[in-house]
């Protein structure tokens, strides 16, 4: 690409767009296509949804997808990166949290700020490979304190589980498979590691970043903006959408969002708006 391309002619529409369709950077990670959607690193999302979080990690790092040697060997650093420091400072903030209140994104910015002012060592990559290491912690405390399940003890961090297993011990929870809950679980989370880099929260995460603000004090914005339902929590408005059709007989389904359609109410789904075919990430949560 040359310096000198132009590639927006501004006018004054522009200005209540909300930067749609405006370049605002580059992304070396990840981009999306009309036809086959995500792509990290330039594998199509499809190749990839069955791997485990810590080798998509290790791609979107390195831009190349790891060997066995390296995979192992980055399973152990983040292990080794995975215990918080004084996490009973971090419990303390999220016990004076009204866990009847607020959205769980706004209790993870919080906790993302809060391990920023116990643990930051300002290098971005250090920083950066320490926060993937300390999330499943932090989530699973979050949903522990918000659902007031304290009467239980809260499992010690085991650090010798995967990324996923470790959140899903921290939760503890009864009469579920946990087999089938971390395979579901990690290729959740392999579909929405990264999206390119002109989303909203990536944007705000690079526009606090620039003014030289630290990794946790970035990303708690980032994820300020993630919570918005026109941007992350939509896919909580989807999930919700989906309970409501409580079927699925096709007929049924297509009676139910034709009768939404019909009332002018939005439809719910998966995907990107650049999307001109079924989205593969889709088609993966699906056939879990």
């Known amino acids: 690409m040359s310096e000198e391309e132009s590639l927006l ?27 086959e959607g995500v792509h990290y690193c330039g594998y199509p999302i499809s190749e990839l949804a069955m791997m485990s979080p810590e080798d998509i990690v290790f791609l979107l790092f390195h831009k190349e997808l ?8 980055f399973r152990k650093e983040l292990q080794s990166r995975g215990g918080i420091y004084k996490e009973e400072e971090l419990e303390e903030v999220l ?11 706004e209790w993870l910015s919080i906790g993302i700020q809060t391990l920023g002012m116990l643990e930051c060592v300002d290098d971005w990559k250090e920083d950066a490979l320490n926060l993937v290491a300390k999330m ?22 085991d650090l010798t589980l995967p990324l996923v297993g470790r959140f899903t011990n921290t939760l503890d929870l009864e009469n579920v498979d946990k ?3 971390n395979r579901v679980l990690s290729t959740y989370l392999v579909l929405h590691m990264d999206h390119g880099g002109g989303n909203l929260s990536t944007f705000t995460g690079k526009a606090v ?9 970035s990303m708690a914005g980032a994820m300020n903006a993630l919570s918005g339902p026109l941007h992350g929590r939509a896919n909580q408005s989807c999930f919700e959408f ?28 998966f995907g990107h708006a650049v999307l001109r075919a079924e989205d593969p990430r889709a088609t993966a949560q699906f056939a879990l």
């Open 66 to 73: 790891p060997n066995l040697e390296q995979s192992v060997e």
């Open 95 to 105: 016990g004076a949290l009204p866990f009847e209140l607020g959205h769980p994104m």
């Open 136 to 157: 499943p912690r932090l989530m699973g405390l979050i949903f522990r304190y918000r659902e007031g399940r304290l009467a239980k003890p809260i499992p010690s961090d």
């Open 242 to 269: 989906v309970q409501r059709i409580g079927t699925s007989d096709p007929a049924e389904v297509e009676r139910f969002v034709r009768g939404e359609l019909e009332a002018k109410r939005p439809v719910f789904g």
């Open 179 to 181: 087999a089938v809950m």
């Open 9 to 35: 002619d501004l006018t004054t529409a522009h200005l209540n767009t909300g930067l749609r369709g405006v370049p605002v950077g580059t992304c070396r990670t990840s981009y999306v296509t009309p036809g």
């Open 209 to 217: 970043a620039s003014g030289h603000a630290n990794l946790y004090t």
